[in-house]
C-alpha cells in the first residue's frame, strides 16, 4: 500500500484544516491518522473501517475530528475543526490490511504501511 498525505499548514486556533492521503496499492482493511508532536512520541488520532461503519478517535480529538474516504477515488481525510494549539504536530496517515478491530490502532507498532508526514501548526 502507498500512501501520500498533503493537506497540512498553518492555522489560527479555533479554526479548520482537511488533511488528505492518496492510498494505492493492495486492499486495505482499515486506515487512520497518528500525530507526533516534537518531542513526543507517535500518537493514535483516528481510524476507521474501509466500509466506514466502525470508526474510532483519540479522546483528545473526540468531536472535532472526523475521519472519512473518497468512495470514488478512494483518498483518505481528516477534516480537523476547532483546532487547538495542541494539535499542532507531523500527522502520518496510516493503513492495514487487516479490519478495525478491538484493541487495534492503538499504537505504532499494530500498522503496516504508513504515508509520509504532513506539518499541522496552530498558533494562539
Known amino acids: 500500500v502507498q500512501l501520500q498525505a498533503s493537506g497540512g499548514g498553518l492555522v489560527q486556533a479555533g479554526g479548520s484544516l482537511k488533511l488528505s492521503c492518496e492510498a494505492s496499492?493492495?486492499?486495505?482493511?482499515?486506515y487512520g491518522w497518528f500525530r507526533q508532536a516534537g518531542g513526543k512520541e507517535r500518537e493514535f488520532v483516528a481510524a476507521?473501517?474501509?466500509?466506514?461503519?466502525?470508526?474510532r478517535y483519540a479522546d483528545s480529538v473526540k468531536g472535532r475530528f472526523t475521519i472519512g474516504r473518497n468512495n470514488i477515488d478512494n483518498t483518505l481525510h481528516l477534516q480537523m475543526n476547532f483546532l487547538k494549539p495542541e494539535d499542532t504536530a507531523v500527522y502520518y496517515c496510516?493503513?492495514?490490511?487487516?479490519?478495525?478491530?478491538?484493541?487495534?490502532?492503538?499504537?505504532?507498532?499494530?500498522?503496516?504501511?504508513w504515508g509520509q508526514g504532513t506539518l499541522v501548526t496552530v498558533s494562539s
Open positions: 476507521s473501517s474501509w466500509r466506514g461503519d466502525k470508526k
Open positions: 496510516a493503513a492495514n490490511s487487516e479490519p478495525l478491530y478491538t484493541g487495534g490502532w492503538t499504537n505504532e507498532r499494530q500498522i503496516s504501511y
Open positions: 496499492g493492495r486492499t486495505i482493511g482499515s
